[in-house]
């Protein structure tokens, strides 16, 4: 499951279904934001910027 996670985080550019994802990874302690900063780091030139500034947000508050 989570092998598949980066090429669907970059190939789906929709909020609804990729904020739940990012805030779940963050939630999961420092393996989960490690791997959120990783798969974002990647996926962000994907994204509006818009969904790019409310991701950074997330992974910077650490999902809360």
Avoid at 35 to 63: D, I, M, N
Wanted: no cysteine.
């Amino acid at each position: 499951m989570i092998a598949a996670l980066p090429a669907f985080l970059a190939s789906v550019g929709r909020g609804l279904l990729v904020s739940p994802l990012y805030t779940g990874l963050t939630r999961q302690g420092d393996w989960g934001r490690r791997l959120a900063r990783q798969y974002f780091g990647q996926a962000r030139a994907t994204y509006h910027p818009s969904l790019a500034g409310r991701l950074e947000q997330t992974l910077r508050s650490g999902g809360a």
